[in-house]
């Protein structure tokens, strides 16, 4: 762990940028867990209705962070586009705490906090521009520091705003906790990323030709069978409050208790899968993740009791510890030369996965509840981890 340590003493963007992760993540493990429930149970919005809120806020982030991928290696700055898109969170969050409304929900999930979210790519983006400077295995290990930085904000945020907001009505002051978080986000970007642009431009190449980067060398296939992967993770985040406080009969305190043990799980699995994929097939295993993630997801399906789903989580933190971490340094690598731009396939990938996941959810409570939603989901998962595992041989043995 001693160059983990010394990469952030020596390298302050990286330090800068490791924080604001940390604080992007804390406001959205304050709120996520727990907005399907706001949605659904409080607000009073239908399953079909979230989901296809959730289609259009995937599609307004994936827009925005490619278009913001694309301005960022263009005007060779990062920093400017980061403080401008971290400033959403503060409205969208603030928005919906302060008029809780099905119109207010719908309105900043799909503009002000769909933008906020490009914070995240973007982030990544300009820590890749700085590391293309760094040795190989330096680089591996921002990139795993950059995914395990969000972990570690899952670790205790869910658990403390469940035992905060025990015996309240609606959860709804949690999006006011998340506006403050992304605020302190925006203001690590503005003061400590000052050196985020001091890195050699990448070469000159028309706004069209970028675009057709993403249509060529089989990218598209690729981040789909990525897409794929992640929709699980989307998936997961809407049943599992509803099936915890529903069939398994338990308190919303124990939906923060669940995605906490989770996440600390994810934070030692992370290090444990960066080092087990050094010079071994990454495609291998995200098969071998996916398939123990469907394991996770059957379990949750047949939970009748609080302490089913503790258990089935088990396995959910090993195995999404390799299915939130692996993708991002394979995607990352698909356009290796623009920075932004590859960063912005994070964007598409949580775009591709959250359409997915709604297409899923919409069509898994429709025939079955939320039992065969999380069964239908994990089977998805798998088939995409085929599908990279099809395109990697194929590539291997042109």
């Not at 356009?335 to 964007?347: E, F, H, K, M, V």
Request: net charge positive; proline share 4%.
């Amino acid at each position: 762990m001693q160059i983990w340590f010394s990469i952030l003493r020596r390298h302050a963007v990286v330090r800068a940028a490791a924080l604001a992760i940390f604080l992007y993540g804390f406001a959205g493990a304050a709120t996520s867990p727990y907005q399907s429930m706001l949605a659904i149970q409080d607000l009073g919005l239908s399953d079909s209705a979230y989901a296809w809120i959730a289609l259009l806020a995937s599609v307004a982030n994936v827009t925005m962070a490619i278009v913001a991928g694309l301005l960022s290696d263009r005007m060779h700055s990062y920093r400017a586009p980061l403080i401008f898109v971290s400033a959403f969170g503060i409205l969208g969050y603030g928005m919906i705490w302060a008029i809780p409304s099905p119109l207010t929900f719908v309105l900043a999930t799909i503009g002000p906090l769909a933008l906020f979210h490009a914070t995240n790519s973007m982030l990544f983006g300009a820590v890749r521009a700085q590391t293309d400077r760094f040795e190989a295995e330096e680089a591996r290990i921002v990139n795993a520091l950059m995914r395990i930085m969000v972990s570690l904000s899952w670790v205790l945020m869910p658990g403390v705003v469940g035992i905060m907001m025990r015996g309240r009505d609606s959860m709804i002051a949690a999006w006011a906790i998340a506006a403050v978080v992304a605020a302190a986000c925006m203001a690590t970007i503005l003061f400590g990323m000052k050196g985020a642009d001091d890195t050699p431009p990448p070469p000159s190449r028309a706004a069209l030709g970028d675009l057709r980067l993403l249509v060529g060398r089989g990218i598209l296939a690729r981040v789909l069978g990525v897409a794929l992967i992640s929709q699980v993770l989307h998936v997961n985040t809407a049943v599992l409050p509803l099936i915890v406080t529903g069939q398994a009969g338990g308190k919303p305190e124990d939906i923060g208790f669940l995605v906490g043990m989770v996440a600390v799980l994810e934070v030692g699995f992370m290090v444990y899968w960066a080092w087990a994929v050094r010079g071994h097939n990454l495609t291998r295993a995200l098969l071998i993740s996916s398939a123990l993630y469907l394991v996770y997801l059957g379990g949750l399906a047949v939970a009748s009791a609080p302490w089913h789903v503790y258990a089935a989580s088990l396995i959910a933190g090993f195995s999404a510890a390799a299915l939130i971490s692996l993708p991002i340094s394979y995607l990352l690598d698909l356009i290796r030369d623009r920075p932004g731009l590859s960063a912005s396939l994070l964007a598409v990938n949580y775009f591709l996965g959250g359409a997915l996941g709604a297409g899923v959810f919409g069509i898994g409570t429709a025939l079955g509840g939320y039992g065969l939603t999380a069964l239908l989901s994990g089977g998805l998962g798998v088939l995409g981890a085929l599908l990279l595992m099809g395109l990697e041989h194929g590539k291997d043995h042109a």
